[in-house]
């Protein structure tokens, strides 16, 4: 059962809350705030930013490097790259070669020069002038210029040719040079070896040659030693068995 005071007072309520009309006012348009045109504007300069830096291409060693126009984005244009002053250039590894004179070498030339060089080859002496111009004179003294190949024998060794007194010959000139170099390394000829290991002084190791029993004449102990310039001279292929 309702209460009736409770249903008056709301009917009375009702009447008195009649809503009031009042006449509608025209709102003016609004305008677009300045704060929020500033904040759409600075997030598309972000946005060109990003997009520039990803275009772009990475630096450089080397500090400022210019782009020709042709590679730059936009033709005509030249874009600058600033380096950091630590960045390190990148290492680059050079690789070393040693040359060498080998017997196939010597012997193709042919020359009295290489067949000097192939004695040395052969006891492991230092290929230097002076080495070299000691050898010439040498074997200038024993065979002469013209003819140093006589006999396949150019300082006239006994050992391993056959011969005991310097007359004997070889098959070819590269076992000359072989049995040269072993014959002045036997330990019968020391100071000419270490001579020739120094490879300082053509007249240091002519005189060991002197002073030795190489020569029963030791060479006049250089009063048949001759130090003129020496010649350039080619044997046959068939003295170097080619």
Do not use: C
Request: hydrophobic share 40%.
């Amino acid at each position: 059962m309702q209460d009736a005071r409770t249903g008056g007072r709301r009917a009375a309520r009702r009447k008195v809350a009649t809503p009031v009309t009042h006449p509608r006012r025209e709102t003016p348009p609004r305008s677009r705030s300045p704060r929020r045109s500033l904040a759409a504007a600075a997030v598309l300069s972000v946005l060109g930013l990003l997009a520039g830096l990803a275009v772009a291409p990475l630096p450089q060693p080397g500090g400022t490097l210019p782009l020709a126009a042709a590679d730059a984005p936009h033709h005509g244009d030249v874009q600058e790259l600033d380096v950091a002053s630590d960045v390190a250039a990148p290492v680059v590894s050079h690789e070393s070669y040693v040359a060498t004179t080998g017997e196939q070498t010597l012997v193709a030339g042919g020359t009295n020069v290489d067949w000097a060089k192939l004695v040395l080859v052969e006891g492991d002496w230092p290929i230097t002038e002076e080495n070299i111009t000691f050898m010439m004179r040498w074997m200038r003294q024993e065979n002469g210029a013209d003819n140093w190949w006589n006999r396949n024998n150019p300082l006239n060794n006994g050992q391993g040719s056959g011969g005991g007194s310097g007359l004997g010959s070889y098959p070819t000139l590269v076992e000359a040079a072989y049995y040269a170099a072993e014959n002045l390394q036997s330990g019968r000829y020391p100071e000419v070896d270490a001579a020739l290991a120094r490879g300082d002084s053509a007249d240091a190791t002519a005189q060991a040659i002197w002073a030795s029993m190489w020569a029963a004449s030791h060479y006049g102990y250089g009063t048949h030693w001759s130090s003129r310039p020496y010649e350039v001279i080619e044997a046959p292929p068939s003295a170097w068995g080619r």
